[in-house]
Structures are given as structure tokens and as C-alpha cells.
């Protein structure tokens, strides 16, 4: 395949996809309420119906403890959580760890690149935020990801970013993995199974070599 498919997975392509052509996301059908967060402007904005709500400058995980990028939901809501969280608590569902968008008692850390991977915010905005946002609000994080995988194979169960890196890639060559959750689900192994039986490869659902080179990856 000349030149292969090459995975754009930027913050101001998602952007762009979100405010124009919205309706393509994995997310869009279930919730007319939507959070959207760009790691490189380092701001979140709640869209309601496809219109900007509210958008508010946050800070996103240290170089070594990085917000996950993929397509998330709340999933939790606490008040007054204190300390380095702040007066508001938002969970959302990482299978990998706690992850949440929160006040703060460093408010001098917002718009830099500082916490251990939650999505800081001034303790007046998550205030502002908190109410307009139920649980089950689809929350989109964009921003880089790598182009290639160090892995050569992967496999239904696994957990991760890299999984994302692969949803995206199949979302893009037209196979739809679900959201990209970061898990190795039952939908991304039926998008494997049809990139596989399309391109005559074993049909086995399992992301090997031959699947990540068609899908640019490796």
C-alpha cells in the first residue's frame, strides 16, 4: 500500500472534526452535552448541540506523568475534596488509573504542564463547570500521539495508550474500532477481523505485524 495509512492523531485536526463535522464521533450520538480538552492549548470547553458553552484555561500532565489522549465519559462527582484537589472532583473512566479534572491550591500551575496527569482547573472555574456537567458527559482529550508502536503485536484484553494509537488508526482506514477507550475490546477486535479479512490476512483479531504495517504503524 503506497505509503501505507498514516495515523494524524493532533489536537487542531480533532478540533477541526469536533466543530465541523462533529456527528463522526464515537461519542456524538449519545450526548448532546461534550467535553472536549486540548493538551496543546491546554484548555478544556464544554460544547452543548455542537456550540462552545464554556471553555476554560487548565493544566495537563508533567512530560513523565502525561494526560491520556482518547474518548473518555465522567464517570464521578465529589465536592470539596480539598488540598491539591480543590473544592470539585470529576472522575473519568482511564482503565488504568485515577484520573480526574479538579481544583487546585496551586493556582499559579494552571496552563503549564504539572500535574501527575489529571486536568487541573482554577477552583472558581471547576465551580462554574461542575453543575453543567452530569455524569456519563462524553470527555474528549486530543493532543499528540506517537505515529509508530514500540509493540509488534497486540492482542483483545490489553489496556493502554498505544491502544489508542491503534483505535485511531483503524477508525481512520475506515474500520470502526468503537471509542477509543484504550481497551482491546471486543469492537476493536471485530475492526481487526475485518482489516484482516479484507486485506486476506488470518483472521484471528490480533493486531500482529502485518496488521500494524497496513495501518502505518510500524
Same mark, same amino acid.
Given at each position: %500500500?503506497?505509503?501505507? &495509512? ?5 489536537? !487542531?485536526? +480533532?478540533?477541526?472534526? +469536533?466543530? &465541523? ?14 467535553? /472536549? ?8 470547553? +464544554? ?9 476554560? @484555561? ?7 506523568? @502525561? ?33 480526574? &479534572? ?11 504542564? !504539572? ?11 471547576? =465551580? =462554574?463547570?461542575?453543575?453543567? /456537567?452530569? &455524569?456519563?458527559? @462524553?470527555?474528549?482529550?486530543?493532543? @499528540?500521539?506517537? =505515529? ?16 489508542? /494509537?491503534?483505535? *485511531? ?5 475506515? *474500520? ?13 477486535? %471485530?475492526?481487526?477481523? =475485518? ?7 488470518? /483472521? ?15
Amino acid at each position: %500500500m503506497p505509503g501505507g &495509512i498514516r495515523l494524524v492523531a493532533c489536537s !487542531a485536526l +480533532l478540533a477541526i472534526l +469536533l466543530t &465541523i463535522v462533529m456527528p463522526g464521533f464515537a461519542w456524538a450520538d449519545e450526548s448532546t452535552k461534550m467535553l /472536549v480538552v486540548d493538551l496543546e492549548q491546554r484548555t478544556i470547553t +464544554l460544547y452543548e448541540n455542537g456550540q462552545t458553552v464554556r471553555q476554560f @484555561p487548565v493544566a495537563i500532565g508533567k512530560g513523565s506523568t @502525561p494526560t491520556p489522549v482518547g474518548e473518555w465519559k465522567i464517570t464521578s462527582k465529589g465536592l470539596n475534596w480539598g488540598g491539591g484537589f480543590g473544592t470539585r472532583w470529576m472522575g473519568f473512566n482511564v482503565p488504568w488509573g485515577i484520573y480526574g &479534572i479538579h481544583g487546585t491550591n496551586k493556582p499559579g500551575s494552571i496552563g503549564q504542564a !504539572a500535574s501527575a496527569g489529571c486536568l487541573r482547573m482554577q477552583n472558581r472555574d471547576v =465551580e =462554574e463547570l461542575y453543575p453543567l /456537567v452530569p &455524569i456519563g458527559t @462524553p470527555l474528549i482529550i486530543t493532543g @499528540p500521539l506517537p =505515529e509508530s508502536l514500540r509493540q509488534w503485536c497486540y492482542r483483545p484484553g490489553q489496556i493502554g495508550q498505544e491502544i489508542v /494509537v491503534l483505535q *485511531f488508526a483503524l477508525r481512520g482506514a475506515g *474500520f470502526d474500532p468503537g471509542k477509543a477507550d484504550a481497551r482491546f475490546g471486543p469492537q476493536t477486535e %471485530m475492526a481487526v477481523r =475485518e482489516l484482516e479479512c479484507c486485506y486476506g490476512l488470518t /483472521v484471528d483479531g490480533i493486531a500482529d505485524a502485518n496488521v500494524l504495517i497496513l495501518l502505518g504503524l510500524k
